[in-house]
């Protein structure tokens, strides 16, 4: 491992302009490209405190041992310039998006005498018109077989081209009219060219022309009584608009554009493009890539481009490019679009309309590819076996942990507090044996005691059912296992089901059943347990284990900000290796957790919003409730109401009037609101408003939902 201080330029050494950078390793190889618009701002970045540097970029500076740099004139020539050094060096550290398959092109090759219309994959040729891509083949064949009624552009292969022309018999093609036979002299060279012109504008999307040229001619070969020509041409209009129809119009103003998509987690990005042209989407394409620095969704769309448009020119770069975010700077890019093009490209974030709603459907596709290529990864076999084999070694654990439990605790600024546990067993998800925990134990925000709370819960059950199977008769330590031990809620430890009113929930699967029809709660242990969090969360877990006397179950945390895996008892954490399979098992174990307790915190919070005094009535049903509420204006108001005047109300007698007002009696009222400026406490007609007729059952919130959900975890 290369001390980055040993490389580091003499300071003033470095020029204050735009450039490209190049960091080599002790072999001389290149590990990174990058670009800057200042070069002396940006190397400073990599030779700062070690500590202060992402795990990426640490590894990276540690492994190079040399940086160099070219100076260059724009950002612009820095960006051509960095796209030419990735491509000739496939340095270790960037960004390289590999596709998830070889997608197939529509293709033309107007490079030859006689164009050729066919499927090709890979790289593309210089003089070949490409259209697409396609997500199968079989598409391409489809369209092309219709087009060919209408323009009949050679198919074939050179040999069987060269045959035809030998023997002077074109293939059954050129007998049933799908080819224009130029290998028998049929049609002219310049013929076929035009032909084959016509086609690709066709697949480029200026359709009304040939369609409204066919649709005269059948009209005059009417008018003329040339009944079977007229026939034949109202069959090729309808070949044209089935080959049409195979592309879905997503845009009406039949723009050109390309949509490209993001979707990212710590690891590895997906990227999604949808090809627009014409208004209808003509090709989609998507990528992967793991993620070897750190970086933002900007310069992925910026890579992206590069992968995209590298080695394109002219209309292959279409007017409009819509992303999810911009570049920074955007300049140097749309400016290398253009010059591309050769004409004005816009790059941009869609904000309404049709463009972003179509932006929306690529962004789930992104999504969608992000999730398949984890779970092809993660069902892999070989893959899970070795990941399982990383962390036990990384753990120092006696054999691989096949049962994995997570835990996250999730709330909002303290309120609605509650925890997930999520089960992996052999590297996969058994969503049968997820729960979700209330913390009863305390009111507040404290990560900490909650995650302490949880897992005494979850393993006093564990004892509990352990003493009821009879596979012990006395607990750890000699005590009997969870025999005075109660819930939060007053009631025993082996009483029953788990039911939602306990606060540990099973969910997301149908129930694991024994014996005799209950559910199994919590009847198997892992060998590992995994908290979200550092050496904090840890140290709750173990202390709670501890207490119960378990001393056979490994405790582990991932901390989300450096990727950390902290132990019991370590003041250093374990750091794998960025490509460990163990490390993204442990990621996706936890990030799961994360999902499944903010999901539960969620529903909680809009169950509270959505409660009211009036839910308690016996008999009083949603119709009524709403003639109340638009009656009398808020709850305040009816809770002061007569029972006379609540008999006003359409619908309400008095025996249900008496039931609302001893219900409304009977209720705790809500806590004044207090203003948090002065510390004041204000009285309702001075605080926040209660539920209206105009907007029952809403929750009063400040802030706009973005920032009410950066105050979520």
Wanted: hydrophobic share 35%; net charge negative.
């Amino acid at each position: 491992m290369a001390d980055p201080s040993s490389y580091r330029p003499r300071p003033g050494e470095i020029p204050d302009t735009p450039g490209v950078y190049r960091f080599r390793d002790e072999h001389r190889r290149v590990i990174y490209v990058g670009k800057a618009n200042s070069l002396r701002q940006r190397l400073a970045n990599y030779f700062q405190d070690l500590a202060n540097l992402h795990p990426r970029t640490r590894s990276m500076v540690t492994t190079a041992a040399s940086v160099e740099w070219t100076v260059v004139s724009t950002e612009v020539e820095a960006l051509q310039l960095e796209y030419s050094w990735i491509k000739e060096y496939d340095p270790r550290f960037n960004v390289k998006y590999r596709d998830d398959k070889s997608y197939p092109y529509l293709a033309v090759t107007m490079n030859e005498e006689f164009p050729r219309v066919q499927v090709m994959r890979g790289h593309k040729k210089k003089g070949v018109r490409y259209f697409g891509p396609y997500g199968h083949a079989w598409a391409i064949r489809d369209t092309v077989d219709l087009l060919l009624r209408v323009f009949p552009v050679r198919t074939c292969s050179a040999g069987v081209f060269k045959n035809a022309a030998r023997t002077g018999r074109p293939c059954l093609l050129g007998y049933i009219g799908k080819c224009s036979a130029p290998c028998v002299e049929r049609i002219s060279a310049e013929g076929h060219q035009e032909l084959a012109e016509e086609f690709c504008d066709f697949m480029a999307g200026r359709t009304g022309t040939y369609l409204r040229r066919l649709e005269r001619q059948m009209a005059e070969a009417a008018e003329e009584m040339e009944y079977e020509r007229a026939a034949r041409l109202r069959d090729d209009i309808g070949a044209l608009k089935k080959a049409m129809e195979k592309s879905a119009v997503v845009l009406a103003d039949a723009t050109d554009a390309d949509l490209i998509a993001v979707a990212e987690d710590e690891l590895e990005a997906a990227v999604q493009i949808f090809h627009v042209r014409g208004g209808r989407v003509r090709g989609q394409r998507g990528w992967v890539t793991d993620k070897v620095e750190e970086i933002t969704t900007g310069a992925l769309v910026e890579h992206a481009l590069q992968q995209l448009y590298g080695e394109e020119r002219g209309d292959a770069v279409p007017k409009e490019v819509l992303v999810p975010a911009l570049p920074d700077p955007v300049e140097p890019v749309q400016q290398w679009l253009t010059e591309r093009r050769g004409s004005g490209v816009s790059l941009r974030i869609p904000q309404r309309g049709d463009k972003k709603a179509l932006m929306e459907t690529v962004q789930r596709n992104a999504q969608q590819a992000l999730v398949l290529h984890k779970t092809k990864r993660a069902s892999d076999l070989t893959t899970r076996s070795r990941a399982l084999e990383e962390i036990a070694e990384a753990l120092d654990l006696d054999s691989a942990p096949l049962r994995i439990e997570c835990y996250d605790i999730s709330h909002l600024q303290g309120d609605d507090v509650v925890a997930s546990m999520v089960v992996f067993e052999d590297g996969l998800a058994r969503k049968s044996e997820y729960r979700r925990f209330q913390i009863k134990g305390f009111r507040g925000q404290d990560d900490v005691r909650s995650m302490h709370e949880v897992i005494t819960r979850r393993f006093r059950r564990y004892l509990a059912e352990k003493e009821r199977t009879g596979e012990w008769a006395d607990g750890p330590n000699g005590t009997e296992a969870g025999g005075d031990e109660q819930r939060p809620n007053g009631r025993d430890l082996t009483d029953g089901p788990v039911t939602p009113d306990d606060g540990d929930v099973l969910t997301d699967g149908p129930a694991l059943k024994d014996d005799d029809g209950r559910p199994k709660r919590f009847a198997y242990p892992p060998q590992l347990v995994v908290v979200d969090g550092g050496q904090p969360q840890v140290a709750a877990a173990q202390r709670a284990l501890d207490e119960l006397g378990i001393d056979d179950i490994a405790v582990c945390g991932l901390a989300k900000r450096l990727e950390e895996v902290w132990v019991p008892g370590e003041d250093d954490p374990v750091v794998l290796p960025r490509t460990s399979e163990g490390l993204y098992l442990l990621q996706r174990v936890r990030d799961e957790a994360h999902r499944f307790a903010i999901t539960y915190q969620r529903t909680k919070r809009a169950k509270r919003f959505r409660s009211s005094p009036l839910d308690d009535v016996p008999g009083l049903g949603e119709t009524r409730k709403q003639a109340l509420i638009k009656h009398f204006g808020s709850v305040k108001k009816l809770r002061s109401a007569t029972i006379d005047q609540i008999c006003e109300v359409p619908g309400i007698g008095r025996k249900t009037a008496e039931t609302v007002a001893v219900a409304l009696a009977r209720a705790t009222p809500a806590a004044p609101a207090v203003n948090t400026a002065t510390g004041e406490i204000m009285d309702d007609e001075d605080g926040a408003p209660e539920t209206t007729a105009d907007a029952p059952g809403e929750p009063v919130s400040a802030g706009t939902p973005d920032e009410r959900r950066g105050q979520e975890r």
